[in-house]
C-alpha cells in the first residue's frame, strides 16, 4: 500500500490550493478516504472524508464550506480543494485509508 501526497505548498491568506494523493498498492474502489492535518505542537485533525464510490463526504467544522474531497476511481486519486485558505490552516496534510497513511506535504498560509 502506498499513498503520495503532492500539491502543498506556500499560499496567502484567502488563495486556493489543490492537495492531490495518488494511491496504488490496493483496491482503490473499494476503499473510502480520508484527509488529516497536523500542526506543529497540535493533535492531528480529520479534514474530511470520502466514501468508496464518492457518494458521501463528511467535513470539520473547521473546514466545512471551504475545502471539497474527491476522487477518481479510474486515477486512483483522491483530492482536497481548499479554497478560502486561513493561516490556522498551516499544517502538513496527510491522506489515509483505514490506519495507513502517506508522507503528508506541507501547506502553510502566511502573508
Known amino acids: 500500500v502506498q499513498l503520495v501526497e503532492s500539491g502543498g505548498g506556500l499560499v496567502q491568506p484567502g488563495g486556493s490550493l489543490r492537495l492531490s494523493c495518488a494511491a496504488s498498492?490496493?483496491?482503490?474502489?473499494?476503499?473510502?478516504m480520508s484527509w488529516y492535518r497536523q500542526a506543529p505542537g497540535k493533535e492531528r485533525e480529520l479534514v474530511a472524508t470520502i466514501s468508496s464510490v464518492g457518494g458521501m463526504t463528511t467535513y470539520a467544522g473547521s473546514v466545512k464550506g471551504r475545502f471539497v474531497i474527491s476522487r477518481d476511481n479510474a486515477k486512483n486519486t483522491v483530492y482536497l480543494q481548499m479554497n478560502s485558505l486561513k493561516p490556522e490552516d498551516t499544517a502538513v496534510y496527510y491522506c489515509?485509508?483505514?490506519?495507513?497513511r502517506g508522507q503528508g506535504t506541507q501547506v502553510t498560509v502566511s502573508s
Open positions: 498498492g490496493f483496491p482503490f474502489s473499494s476503499y473510502g
Open positions: 489515509s485509508r483505514a490506519g495507513i
